[in-house]
């Protein structure tokens, strides 16, 4: 059982219509997604600002990386197509110019196709009552043709190299 099932399970009891909303976006979700080739899920890796930008490791956002359209990795050796930067505090914007100077960054897809991003969202990934928004903004950012939820500025923003 998933993560997110779990939680629709757990719902059920206590708002059932806030669950079937909850499966319905994820069904979606999954269904868009559906007919795309694996080629087309860009590899994805989240660093965290707090743990020196190293590789966020978490069976919880491998499940949301994949329903978002995603392909989860946790070492920059695999050439990410899509690096995600979870902010913690506001020294982030000082700290990006020594992460990108990091041969397995500057060497990357992600890096070349200008595909850096930075969740700026304080709950995100925090508990189960973000769950959706979790999608939703890596929805945006990693299938951006196929997802809009109206959070790019509000919840993460693309790091533009320019």
């Known amino acids: 059982m ?3 099932q779990e939680i629709i399970a757990d719902l059920k009891v206590v708002d059932s219509s806030q669950a079937e909303r909850m ?7 999954l269904h868009k997604l559906k007919f ?13 600002q707090s743990s020196a930008f190293n590789p966020i ?3 919880l956002l491998e499940e949301k990386v994949k329903i978002s359209g995603g392909q989860y990795i946790t070492d920059l050796k695999d050439n990410p197509q899509v690096i995600i930067l979870i902010q913690e505090t ?20 992600a ?3 200008n595909r850096i991003y930075i969740i700026h969202n304080k709950t995100f990934n925090q508990d189960d009552a973000s769950y959706l928004q979790d999608l939703e903004i890596l929805s945006e950012i990693i299938q951006p043709k196929f997802f809009y939820f ?9 790091f533009d190299m320019q």
Not at 23 to 29: C, F, P, V
Not at 36 to 48: A, C, D, I, Q, Y
Not at 90 to 109: F, G, P, R
Request: hydrophobic residues 30%; aromatic residues 8%; proline residues 3%.
């Open 2 to 4: 998933t993560k997110y």
């Open 23 to 29: 499966e319905e976006e994820i069904d979606i979700m």
């Open 36 to 48: 795309l080739p694996r080629e087309n899920f860009p590899k994805t890796v989240l660093l965290n």
């Open 57 to 59: 490791v978490s069976r």
């Open 90 to 109: 506001e020294n982030l914007y000082a700290e990006i110019s020594s992460l990108l100077q990091e041969e397995l960054i500057k060497s990357s897809d």
């Open 111 to 113: 890096y070349t196709n």
């Open 150 to 158: 109206d959070r790019n500025g509000k919840d993460w923003v693309q």
